[in-house]
T-cell receptor
Framework: AQSVTQLGSHVSVSEGALVLLRCNYS??????LFWYVQYPNQGLQLLLK??????LVKGINGFEAEFKKSETSFHLTKPSAHMSDAAEYFC???????????FGTGTSLTVIP | KAGVTQTPRYLIKTRGQQVTLSCSPI?????VSWYQQTPGQGLQFLFE???????NKGNFPGRFSGRQFSNSRSEMNVSTLELGDSALYLC??????????????FGPGTRLTVL
């Protein structure tokens, strides 16, 4: 069975500081990994995805994530936080054959001016 | 292109009633997936439809059902509503070639409140 763990349901950073949102997964087969962002009263928007190509994945809005198989992690980072980054972030995993998505419980990011 | 649209955006029902939610995918997308989002359980996969057939299903009771029409529009039905069904129901569409790697585009959701 697959699962996704997002450490820290709430993360606060100062504007201009590094953003680090943690995601660990468990999967019995090579996974596909995703990060989504959800703004208030909106649906989810894909930030980036890993589908077994380069382990360092660059996404929209300056975000990137690195797939580390040995650590079963797919942490999301951004060098410099902007006020507009305040939102809920979800990590998700899927398998090639299962065709189901498993989402983490989300991390709410607050950016302090 | 127009995005994924969901109607209605807000819905209030009472226990025991049934409800139907609608989702119109992005033009050209053949896969529609449904998710339930609650503060306690997070996002949970309900089911996925592709070319009018249910292709994948999550672990929800039979009270939750869906269908897809020939134009790829999808409806989700919940019968005999329970208080615990109160949630944000999200619909996502994708090309549907390989769901596990496709980019899913989400609608704004339908907020269902069961009283």
């Amino acid at each position: 069975a697959q699962s996704v763990t997002q450490l820290g349901s709430h993360v606060s950073v100062s504007e201009g500081a590094l953003v680090l949102l943690r995601c660990n997964y468990s999967s019995s087969v090579p996974p596909y990994l995703f990060w989504y962002v959800q703004y208030p009263n909106q649906g989810l928007q894909l930030l980036l995805k890993y589908t077994s190509a380069a382990t360092l994945v660059k996404g929209i809005n300056g975000f990137e994530a690195e797939f580390k198989k040995s650590e079963t992690s797919f942490h999301l980072t951004k060098p410099s936080a902007h006020m507009s980054d305040a939102a809920e972030y979800f990590c998700a995993v899927s398998e090639g054959t299962g065709n189901q998505f498993y989402f983490g419980t989300g991390t709410s990011l607050t950016v302090i001016p | 292109k127009a995005g994924v649209t969901q109607t209605p955006r807000y819905l209030i029902k009472t226990r025991g009633q049934q409800v139907t939610l609608s989702c119109s995918p992005i033009s050209g997308h053949r896969s529609v997936s449904w998710y339930q989002q609650t503060p306690g359980q997070g996002l949970q996969f309900l089911f996925e439809y592709f070319s009018e057939t249910q292709r994948n299903k999550g672990n929800f009771p039979g009270r939750f059902s869906g269908r897809q029409f020939s134009n790829s529009r999808s409806e989700m039905n919940v019968s005999t509503l329970e208080l615990g069904d109160s949630a944000l129901y999200l619909c996502a569409s994708s090309l549907g070639l390989v769901l596990s790697t496709d980019t899913q585009y989400f609608g704004p959701g339908t907020r269902l409140t069961v009283l």
